[in-house]
């Protein structure tokens, strides 16, 4: 079956560092959606990717779909203390159309 | 435009009772689904579901796990002779389409089981 993975798990960060959290799929997706959870709260859509190799910003965050659409990326430059929470991946793929699964998360921690 | 509403918010229940959790989708959306996040852990997909019809149920446990959305009124994840095991939060979502389009979610329902 499909398995989608995101590392690292836990990342702990000064304020101001770069944060990076990767997702990893086993087959070619349709697409992909990145969440934020804030701790105690529920998940946030925060952007999808469609596009093989597509790039999108939002202010300090960074996303990026991989040229095979297997994979992506979400980057944060010189994080804040708002940026605390648990990013997750969530994909679909176009062999389970009808299914989407979401990665284990990246709970992002700062010190500020 | 409500955004996607759960209740209730937190549910207390006693080994052996059930466990009723609603879901009111966002206005429009007629596609929701329902998953189950463990303390500390990520979200795991339970069902899918369309007005009336289960879509995939693949992530439900086969037994005591129930789901439904009827043509009026909210969907309802129905958990019957509630173990401990069953504590965690128990979150909807809801999209105006496919799977693959944005999903709202709402704000949980946390059932603790003592």
């Known amino acids: 079956g499909q398995q989608v993975m995101q590392i690292p798990q836990y990342q702990h960060v000064q304020e101001g560092e770069d944060f990076t959290t990767y997702c990893n799929s086993s087959?070619?997706?349709?697409?992909i959606q990145w969440y934020k959870q804030r701790p105690g709260g529920h998940p946030v859509f925060l952007i999808q990717l469609v596009k093989s190799g597509e790039v999108k910003k939002q202010k300090r965050l960074t996303f990026q779909f991989g040229e095979a659409k297997k994979n992506s990326s979400l980057h944060i430059t010189a994080t804040q203390t708002t940026d605390v929470g648990t990013y997750f991946c969530a994909v679909t793929a176009y062999s389970s159309a009808s299914k989407i699964i979401f990665g284990s998360g990246t709970r992002l921690s700062i010190r500020p | 435009n409500a955004g996607v509403m759960q209740n209730p918010r937190h549910l207390v229940r006693r080994r052996g009772q059930e466990a009723r959790l609603r879901c009111s989708p966002m206005k429009g959306h007629s596609h929701v689904y329902w998953y189950r996040q463990l303390p500390e852990e990520g979200l795991k997909f339970m069902v899918y579901l369309q007005k009336e019809n289960i879509i995939d149920e693949s992530g439900m446990p086969k037994e005591r796990f129930s789901a439904e959305f009827p043509k009026e009124g909210p969907s309802i994840l129905r958990i019957q002779q509630v173990v401990r095991g069953d504590s965690a939060a128990y979150f909807c979502?809801?999209?105006?389409?496919?799977?693959?389009?944005?999903?709202?979610f709402g704000p949980g329902t946390r059932l603790l089981v003592l």
């Open positions: 979502a809801s999209s105006p389409g496919a799977p693959g389009e944005t999903q709202y």
């Open positions: 087959t070619t997706l349709s697409n």
